[in-house]
């Protein structure tokens, strides 16, 4: 039912350390044609880290661990391309859809497939205005039930980032700081919240892994919250989340479509800013992640 690159096919043949990556960030969270340079961008630095890149995503109904180039040109420029989470992944596949897979479906293919490295830009978590939408990422509860090592850029600085970090203490999901004892803001350094927990190298990470199974309490996934070097203009966050969020709520922008919106709308206003910084998370992810899953061999 799972289809393997050939790539991927080879380093699990050989042992070969393999990345996870998203494919959701390809087809709804970059702009064409961007979206596709920088997914063959983010798999080489992947393989100049040491380890396989395994971009996931549903094409025709089924699920693909590491894409060939044809399937990914098909993810970052066919526009019917889905969104899927992790409820979605059966429902696709028996309509023979085509999707990108959410943090919360990748881990999970991830997870299934032996995979245990997993890079990303930014986490969803709970939106602002929950209180009354409800509109909380299933992102969150996937990572609670899934044993992967997620690095991330913390959450979008969309979301409400106060009660995400009350929301991944709640599901009891650990996260560690990489050279940071405040907690990433996406697009920002900071998001104006500290971390209880960091590390200054990948050695120490590795350690955490070993006691996380040593201590059984590897059964969730370990966030590793890597913040991008140089941030977006504060200003103009600021400025752009307010009214990115006013238009969301004036066009009656929700559900699945909220995040897309938001990013589309930054990468617009900003003139382009918040999408190199966004590239530049995703990269800088990918190559810690690749780090971290050479290490652990
Ligand atoms: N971070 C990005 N770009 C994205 C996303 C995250 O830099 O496109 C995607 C991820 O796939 C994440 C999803 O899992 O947004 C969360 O969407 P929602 O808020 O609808 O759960
Ligand atoms: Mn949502």
């Known amino acids: 039912m799972n289809t393997f690159s050939n790539e991927v096919k080879r380093a699990i043949a050989n042992k070969t350390p393999i990345v996870a990556l998203e494919s959701t960030i390809i087809s709804h969270g970059l702009p064409r044609p961007r979206n596709l340079e920088v997914a063959l961008e983010v798999e080489a630095i992947v393989r100049a880290n040491g380890a396989i890149p395994a971009t996931i995503a549903m094409i025709d109904g089924e699920i693909h661990i590491g894409l060939e180039s044809n399937e990914l ?85 969309i979301l409400d980032v106060a009660a995400t970090l009350e929301r991944l203490e709640t599901l009891n999901i650990p996260i560690i700081g990489f050279r940071t004892n405040r907690f990433p803001g996406f697009y920002l350094v900071d998001s104006g919240f500290p971390l209880e927990h960091s590390v200054d190298s990948v050695l120490e990470i590795i350690e955490i892994l070993r006691t996380r199974k040593s201590t059984q309490t590897d059964n969730c996934a370990l966030l590793v919250a890597n913040p991008v070097e140089i941030e977006m203009k504060r200003t103009l966050h600021d400025e752009l989340l307010e009214t990115g969020l006013a238009k969301a709520a004036a066009s009656n922008i929700s559900g699945k479509d909220v995040t897309p919106f938001l990013l589309e709308y930054f990468h617009g206003a900003s003139n382009g800013e918040s999408l190199s910084v966004n590239i530049e998370i995703i990269k800088s992810n990918a190559m810690l992640a690749a780090q971290i899953a050479a290490a652990a061999q």
Not at 83 to 100: G, Q, Y
Not at 116 to 137: I, K, N, P, Q, Y
């Open 73 to 157: 040109d098909r993810i970052a420029n066919d526009t019917n391309v889905a969104k899927a989470t992790t409820r979605d992944i059966a429902l696709f596949a028996a309509k023979r859809m085509s999707a990108a897979t959410t943090v919360a479906a990748t881990s999970q293919i991830a997870h299934t497939a032996g995979i245990s490295f997993f890079a990303t830009g930014g986490l969803g978590g709970v939106h602002r205005g929950a209180r009354d939408t409800w509109d909380e990422s299933a992102d969150l509860t996937a990572l609670a039930n899934t044993p992967i090592t997620v690095v991330c850029a913390g959450v979008k600085s």
